[in-house]
C-alpha cells in the first residue's frame, strides 16, 4: 500500500489561544524591529531644526501615520504583556491547560483595551 501525501488546508486548522499568542507576540516583535530605522530617521528630522520639527508633526498628523503608530503602540504594548506571560511559564507560573488558555485571552484583551486607553489620551 502506497502512502500519499496529505493535504493540510491550514485555513481550516484552528488555532488555540496560546497559539495565538506566540504568533502576535513574535510578529509584534518583527514589526517593531522594522519599525527602528522609520523611527530614527524621525528623531533626527525633528531635532534637525524647527522646519524638520515641523515637518514630521504634519508626516505624523497624516491618517495612514497614526494607523501606523495606533499599531505600533499595540505591538509594544501586546509584545510586553505576551513576553511577561511567557516569563512566568518559565517559572512554571501558570503551566496548567486552563491557567494558560485562559492568561493567553487576558493578554489579548489587556493589549486592545490598553492600546484604545493610550491612544485616546494620545489623541
Not at 508633526?57 to 505576551?82: D, G, Q
Not at 507560573?93 to 489579548?108: L, M, N, P, Q
Request: no cysteine.
Amino acid at each position: 500500500m502506497q502512502r500519499r501525501p496529505v493535504y493540510l488546508n491550514l485555513f481550516k486548522i484552528t488555532l488555540p489561544a496560546t497559539a495565538w499568542v506566540s504568533v502576535l507576540h513574535r510578529a509584534s516583535g518583527v514589526l517593531m524591529f522594522l519599525a527602528i530605522p522609520a523611527s530614527i530617521y524621525l528623531l533626527g528630522l525633528s531635532l534637525r531644526d524647527s522646519s524638520g520639527y515641523n515637518q514630521v508633526l504634519s508626516i505624523l498628523s497624516h491618517p495612514i501615520s497614526l494607523l501606523v503608530m495606533l499599531s505600533m503602540l499595540w505591538a509594544l504594548i501586546h509584545h510586553l504583556l505576551a513576553g511577561i506571560r511567557f516569563l512566568l511559564i518559565d517559572i512554571d507560573i501558570g503551566i496548567e491547560k486552563e491557567s494558560s488558555r485562559r492568561s493567553a485571552w487576558w493578554v489579548v484583551i489587556a493589549a486592545l483595551i490598553l492600546t484604545l486607553m493610550i491612544a485616546g489620551v494620545l489623541i
